[in-house]
């Protein structure tokens, strides 16, 4: 079976990545770096602790973060752009729903249009006894 022929035993052992897999890869390997950096850095005669936790954050976590924040805009574009279109359908389908309803006989729906008559907006002044 391991030497047969076909479309069905083609490439059995290929692996398709996503491009996304290959970025978080980049990540960890430069957070790893960094970090490597600043153990050096703690470690050397001549290093402080400080020094290293700056190393660190300036060297790894803000680069990554900034790179990570800029390659993340167009999906989160994207996911603001599908979230106004699915409530812009919502909105078409609630008008739609509404329009099929029967319209009430005594209230339209509109302001002073119910057929009652108009409330007091503001109440009477009276004397405290």
Not at 12 to 33: A, D, E, N, R, S
Not at 41 to 46: G, H
Not at 85 to 99: D, G, K, M, N
């Amino acid at each position: 079976m391991l030497h047969s022929k076909g479309p069905h035993n083609a490439a059995p052992f290929t692996y398709q990545l996503k491009p996304l897999v290959f970025v978080h890869l980049i990540v960890i390997g430069w957070l790893y770096v960094a970090l490597m950096m600043a153990v050096a850095e703690a470690t050397n005669t001549t290093g402080t602790v400080l020094g290293a936790i700056f190393t660190f954050l300036l060297y790894g976590l803000a680069p990554v973060a900034l790179v990570v924040y800029l390659m993340g805009t167009p999906a989160r574009r994207r996911a603001i752009r599908q979230r106004e279109l699915e409530a812009q359908e919502a909105a078409r389908r609630a008008a739609a729903e509404q329009a099929r309803q029967p319209a009430a006989t005594t209230s339209s729906g509109l302001p002073d249009q119910g057929g009652e008559a108009a409330a007091d907006a503001v109440a009477p002044v009276r004397k405290e006894p």
